[in-house]
């Protein structure tokens, strides 16, 4: 699991999300799994269903549209096979490649919505500050990655 896999699914859980992270899926008659999916979260009030792939590639556009057409594609099937089985099978899967850059003109990749790391981390880091100092509002202890981000954006008695 990578730190960015780690914020990314506390992100989600913190927002009330079901969150499922590095999931193995299609489990290979010879041993083995088809792929590994690194965030999915679900959203039980909104039924919001999510699909996160984050990367750090320095892979060409042919190289990434090739691995997550087949990743995405796939994953389709799977998190309503495998992972969230009791979701109804029409329920739409919003996927998003979180990649190191997101280059004008282009948002998509393989058919996912693209975010850069910067684009997610600037989001993330609005919801945090909106929290206050950790002395009044502290993102709950199970939440380590975010809580930092409070203490080292908003202080814990007072911004720094």
């Not at 992270?21 to 008659?29: A, R, Y």
Request: glycine share 4%.
């Amino acid at each position: 699991m990578s730190h960015l896999e780690n914020l990314i699914a506390e992100y989600y859980d913190w927002k009330g999300y079901l969150v499922k992270q590095n999931i193995k899926v299609g489990k290979l008659s010879h041993g083995g799994w088809e792929m590994e999916l690194d965030v999915i979260a679900f959203d039980p009030h909104t039924g919001h269903l999510i699909h996160l792939e984050p990367s750090i590639d320095a892979h060409s556009w042919a190289t990434r549209e090739e691995r997550f057409t087949k990743k995405f594609t796939s994953a389709r099937s799977y998190i309503l096979s495998e992972v969230f089985t009791w979701l109804d099978s029409s329920i739409e899967i919003e996927q998003v490649a979180v990649l190191v850059s997101h280059p004008k003109k282009r948002d998509f990749l393989a058919g996912a919505k693209i975010i850069s790391i910067d684009e997610l981390l600037a989001e993330i880091r609005e919801k945090v500050i909106e929290c206050g100092i950790v002395a009044k509002n502290a993102i709950p202890e199970q939440y380590p990655l975010l809580r930092t981000l409070q203490l080292s954006h908003n202080g814990y008695y007072k911004a720094l």
